[in-house]
């Protein structure tokens, strides 16, 4: 499908800018994508700021008129996008998985994470607006964040063969061409959605999970950590997690935390 480009040297974050494109009453055709060299206020999930140096990884907003997706099968496009991104990624590195709800890693290692924002009209998605960084060339992250990693900082750690993420070496990547791929990749599983085949895509995302198979240590808020496996991912993108007894629970986003 066609794609209209909006390109911005730096904006507060892209989805703050789409957002008042849409609030002017700019029509914004389906699909839109509006990136940026630079945030200097990017959003992650729960209020999270996400840290991209200057012109070094992609920040972008991919923006949607989904009509044909119910309010409250919406997390399909959280799928999607996590999909789109999965292909790209593991095309280029390998080793790359889905973490619940729309992160990407690679190994124990963030990559990529999304901010999705929906307008609702009545039972149906009037407009979605799809915020995504992906850590690209970044060599050195100085925020808090617990295991950020970029595609350059993996790339010298196989070439040099050290345990270390912090090579100076001159590995760098096609950011335009990522993009490119990424919008090309959603584009497809857009259409699937449009076309009523969800279902796929959905299977995609469970085989690509992290941490899909075994048991791992979870944590309820401040609680004590507790052991559990992934049992399901519902259409409305609630977490199901089995204990060892066989019991499960169900998790909205932020209510569980992985322990890594």
Known sequence: MDVKRIHRIEVTSTNTYVKELLGMGIELPELTVVDADYQSGGRGQAGNRWESERGMNLTFSLVCHPTFVRATE??????????????????????????????????DRK????LIECNLEGATVRDCIIGTGINVNQMVFRSDAPNPVSLAQI?????????????????????????????KAFGEL???IREGRADDI??????????REGFYLYREHEGEPFMAEIA?????????????DGSTRKYEFKEIKYII
């Not at 799928?79 to 190994?107: C, E, H, T």
């Not at 990559?111 to 999304?114: Q, V």
């Not at 399901?232 to 060892?244: A, E, K, S, W, Y």
């Open 74 to 107: 919406q997390f399909i496009l959280s799928q999607a996008i996590a999909v789109a991104v999965f292909r790209v990624l593991d095309g280029l590195m390998g080793d790359i998985s889905i973490k619940w709800p729309n992160d990407i890693y690679w190994q």
């Open 111 to 114: 990559i990529c994470g999304t």
């Open 155 to 183: 790339a010298c750690n196989m070439v040099d063969g050290k345990q270390g993420l912090t090579s100076t070496e001159g590995i760098t990547f096609n950011r335009e061409h990522i993009l490119s791929e990424v919008v």
């Open 190 to 192: 857009y259409e699937q």
């Open 202 to 211: 959905r299977r995609e995302y469970m085989l690509h999970m992290y941490r």
């Open 232 to 244: 399901d991912v519902g259409h409305d993108g609630l977490l199901t997690l089995r204990l060892r």
